[in-house]
């Protein structure tokens, strides 16, 4: 389905009303000016995604800073791998690989040592 306002996307009803506006929003912003490629550009975009948010939906700060995360997060970094959170805990991380039948786990022990050993990397 087309939408009929030039330079917006159709609604995609799998996503709920906020998250559907954030991305429409992101991929609109993209789409006039350029992708952000700096941290600093990414925050930017998120930062005026919120307030556009907060306008549109009447949302909460907070609510509006987490769709406009996942959206700038989403448009902008397209991957086959996914974290499926509906079977994630706070102690394992089941991530998903486009293509692939069966999940990765990785403890949280392991994410920390990957992480230590990467910062440990980075600082020498």
Known sequence: MNCPVPGFAAPDFSRDFISDQAMAFVRHDISV????????????????????????????PNTAETH?????????????VTIDTDRSTTFALFLQ???HPKSVVITTEELMRFLMNRAQLASS
């Open 33 to 60: 000016s350029r992708k952000p490629t700096t941290t600093r550009g990414m925050q930017l975009l998120t930062e005026r995604c919120t307030a556009h948010l907060q306008a549109l939906c009447n949302c909460s």
């Open 68 to 80: 406009s995360a996942q959206a700038v997060a989403e448009a902008l970094h397209a991957s086959p």
């Open 97 to 99: 690989v486009r293509g």
